[in-house]
């Protein structure tokens, strides 16, 4: 029988200063190997102040599943018996400090397509930035949405499997559940391992996926404006010399170019057609017109 446990099977009892110590020894010594180390360090009794922490932990405490597994593992992330939390896609590794140090291992299983579309579509337009998103700045509607249970963003128990080196038969021992809130504490600090842990990219929530404007405001595609050369001759109309009549100034014969004194310099073999005034072209049309010459004049008389 290992001498960690008692005649009654039971490990011995550790107080919470041994188990600190050990914890401590255990971080010092990983450390000095060049193994990088995150322990999770709780402040005062509660775990999680962000809405990602405590959504977290909320979501664990509703579940009946978990409700009689939980208070151990509580006390024991706040004593600081977690050494080392590291979360990774659909993978969490840490080690918990108890009559041993333990090493465990949670998987939680990756959202899946269907459901995140639909969460996504759900909350579309009402998250303006990735920087409100993981600050949880957003409406009740959208923390319901992400919060619900079984199609939110946060696993149910199905979709949590666990692994711990303790002794314990437990189905979820403490130093599983310790992991578990240690999990939320560390959300507080980097909202975005949830999305990591879920193997989703959180910016799909910030997406806009209405249809954006109604069609009135949509500027028109490129190929189907016509240019002001086009319309002119088309039209066979002047677009540009309107302004010449309305300063007074006369317009140019055909076949000049405008100076740059009024209109700015024409492009260059531009033809502008002179604009005319309805009085102008009454007047015009009233004139008689001349007689045509005759095509052969008459020949001089000979010998006069």
């Known amino acids: 029988m290992s001498s960690y446990y008692s005649y009654e099977g039971w490990a011995p009892y550790v107080s919470v200063a041994e188990r600190r110590r050990k914890a401590e020894r255990e971080i010092k010594k990983l450390r000095k190997k060049g193994q990088p180390i995150s322990p999770v360090t709780i402040e005062g009794r509660v775990i999680a102040t962000s809405f990602w922490g405590k959504a977290w932990c909320k979501n664990l405490e509703d579940y009946r599943d978990y409700e009689s597994r939980l208070p151990r593992g509580r006390t024991y992330v706040r004593n600081g018996s977690v050494v080392d939390l590291q979360i990774a896609p659909l993978e969490v590794r840490a080690m918990v400090s108890g009559s041993s140090i333990y090493q465990v291992t949670i998987g939680i299983a990756a959202a899946s397509k269907a459901q995140w579309r639909a969460l996504c579509r759900d909350c579309a337009g009402a998250i303006d930035s990735l920087v409100e998103l993981l600050q949880g700045r957003f409406s009740k509607a959208v923390m319901d949405r992400i919060c619900r249970q079984d199609t939110g963003l946060f696993p149910r128990p199905s979709e949590i499997r666990f692994h711990c080196s303790c002794p314990d038969s437990a189905s979820m ?49 490129a190929a189907k404006v016509l240019a002001t050369e086009d319309l002119s001759a088309l039209f066979g109309l002047d677009l540009d010399g309107g302004d010449a009549v309305a300063d007074g100034h006369e317009p140019e014969a055909p076949g000049t170019a405008k100076t740059g004194q009024h209109r700015g310099t024409a492009k260059p073999g531009a033809i502008r057609r002179p604009v005319r005034s309805a009085q102008a072209a009454a007047a015009t049309a009233a004139r008689p017109k001349p007689r045509a010459k005759s095509a052969a004049r008459r020949s001089p008389r000979a010998g006069g």
């Open 173 to 221: 021992c403490k130093h599983v559940a310790a992991v578990l809130y240690g999990v939320g504490s560390r959300l507080d600090e980097k909202p975005e391992l949830l999305f990591l842990l879920r193997a989703v990219d959180g910016k799909d929530l910030t997406a806009d996926l209405s249809g954006a404007l109604p069609l009135a405001k949509r500027a028109p595609a």
